[in-house]
């Protein structure tokens, strides 16, 4: 069962993202959203967001407020993957700039 507000969230990423092959995919514990069978993003159940990056953004992308390595199993996740905390989310221009930055990974 996903919450209302993890469900809000994914409403609002994918009206950001092109029709063409969006589904979406239950991942440990959070809903992926995948686009031509990529993840672009993961809605956490805390509302936070798990966004796929180029790596060559990570390190700036990461001083950005509210960011953070996601950890798995003890283990936290490699470059290119960036949890972003639901209160950077709220705004709609925020969430614009994350849905584009996990965009731009795939171009």
């Known amino acids: 069962m996903i919450s209302e507000e993890v469900r809000d969230l994914l409403d609002r990423v994918e ?11 239950h991942m440990f514990g959070a809903v992926a959203v995948m686009l031509d069978g990529e993840m672009i993003v993961a809605a956490n159940k805390d509302g936070s967001l798990l966004v796929r990056v180029h790596a060559d953004e990570d390190e700036e992308l990461m001083r950005r407020p509210g960011t953070s390595r996601l950890v798995m199993g003890g283990r936290s996740m ?4 960036i949890r972003v905390d639901s209160p950077e989310l709220v705004d709609d221009e925020d969430l614009d ?9 795939r171009a």
């Open 97 to 105: 700039f994350w849905v584009e930055r996990a965009l731009a990974r």
């Open 15 to 25: 009206r950001r993202l092109p029709d063409a092959n969006l589904q979406e995919k």
């Open 78 to 81: 490699s470059t290119g993957w």
